[in-house]
């Protein structure tokens, strides 16, 4: 049973530049939520996916965006990257597009920002 | 809001040692409580949970007690292994998206 898996596992980009990062999620599973966890600081909600659409977001700017496809996976996308966007990303599925259904993470992708 | 407080680390234990990891939170209603663990270059695993006031989650160990009237659910084992070196977040789900809160993380180390 493949768990939920993120590519890339490292990346490097320079300020102003744009990004993605991609998630598949469990299988079985039909929702994705996204998580910042900046060095020494827990995880930090960006937002959910579910059919498609995003359903729910924390306080985190417009730079940050997403996407959905019919099967499931997700891609996270931050534009004009600072150098405050270095930290680990982490994805997260669930199933149903209910939030207190338990989410199981992937291994997320470290982002440094130079 | 809601938030969750957990104690400063990093934790350092001999093997066989009790461990506790202090937790607190602040919300409104009724969140459903969590600990996590983090292994090195590995994502978040659910370590236990509790729903709902005085529930005891347990799991591989671990403990841990929702306490309402003190706001705390703090993690406890009675005899650590060093395979249990890894770094522990204490989260909360609640509040009307229910997204999860968690706290900043408690890194503990295991000496054989």
């Known amino acids: 049973d493949a768990g939920v898996t993120q590519s890339p596992t490292h990346l490097i980009k320079t300020r102003g530049q744009q990004v993605t990062l991609r998630c598949s999620p469990k299988s079985g599973h039909d929702t994705v939520s996204w998580y910042q966890q900046a060095l020494g600081q827990g995880p930090q909600f960006i937002f959910q996916?579910?059919?498609?659409?995003?359903?729910q977001r924390g306080n985190f700017p417009d730079r940050f965006s997403g996407h959905q496809y019919p099967n499931y996976s997700s891609e996270l996308n931050v534009n004009a990257l600072l150098l405050g966007d270095s930290a680990l990303y982490l994805c997260?599925?669930?199933?149903?597009?209910?939030?207190?259904?338990?989410?199981?993470f992937g291994p997320g992708t470290r982002l440094t920002v130079l | 809001g809601n938030s969750v407080t957990q104690m400063e680390g990093p934790v350092t234990l001999s093997e066989e040692a009790f461990l506790t990891i202090n937790c607190t939170y602040t919300?409104?209603?009724?969140?459903?409580l969590f600990w996590y663990v983090q292994y090195p270059g590995e994502g978040l695993q659910l370590l236990l949970k509790a729903t709902k006031a005085d529930d005891k989650g347990s799991n591989k160990g671990f403990e841990a007690t929702y306490r309402k009237e003190t706001t705390s659910f703090h993690l406890e084992k009675g005899s650590v292994q060093v395979s249990d070196s890894a770094v522990y977040f204490c989260?909360?789900?609640?509040?009307?998206?229910?997204?999860?809160?968690f706290g900043k993380g408690t890194k503990l180390s295991v000496k054989p």
């Open positions: 989260a909360l789900r609640g509040g009307s998206q229910g997204n999860l809160i």
């Open positions: 919300a409104t209603g009724y969140p459903s």
């Open positions: 997260a599925s669930s199933l149903g597009g209910r939030s207190y259904n338990e989410q199981f």
């Open positions: 996916y579910y059919e498609e659409e995003e359903r």
